[in-house]
């Protein structure tokens, strides 16, 4: 499985921006995706995550409310819109595959497979 990250990018703090992750390679569906960030000097942070039919979503408390994630089965890809955004936001976000299509993880030892990751950057 194959993943590539899109989407981010510069933006001023309450704006928005819409991450996009595209897999190839194995049954899409039958994955749990995941987004993560990180910033330098720090682990890697769980952001949210939706499991393989797309019918349950966690995420992290800091995030809920302004963050949506989403996907689309039938294009491969799975989405995190991001609103109200904070300086505190500005990360390398990654997404990921959970071979467990109906675990809601945060855990990035359970994702098997990663993007390469994409930089989204807030400024006030």
């Known amino acids: 499985v194959q993943l590539q990250a899109s989407g981010g990018g510069s933006v001023q703090a309450g704006g928005s921006l819409t991450l996009s992750c595209a897999a190839s390679g194995g049954t899409f569906s039958s994955y749990g995706m995941g987004w993560f960030r990180q910033t330098p000097g720090k682990e890697r942070e769980f952001v949210a995550v939706i499991t393989g039919p797309g019918g349950r979503k966690y995420y992290l408390d800091f995030v809920k409310g302004r963050f949506t994630i989403s996907r689309d089965n039938a294009k491969n890809t799975v989405y995190l819109q991001m609103n109200s955004l904070k300086p505190e936001d500005t990360a390398v976000y990654y997404c990921?595959?959970?071979?467990?299509?109906?675990?809601?993880?945060?855990?990035?030892?359970?994702?098997?497979?990663w993007g390469q990751g994409t930089l989204v950057t807030v400024s006030s």
């Open positions: 990921a595959a959970d071979l467990n299509y109906y675990r809601l993880s945060d855990n990035s030892g359970d994702y098997a497979y």
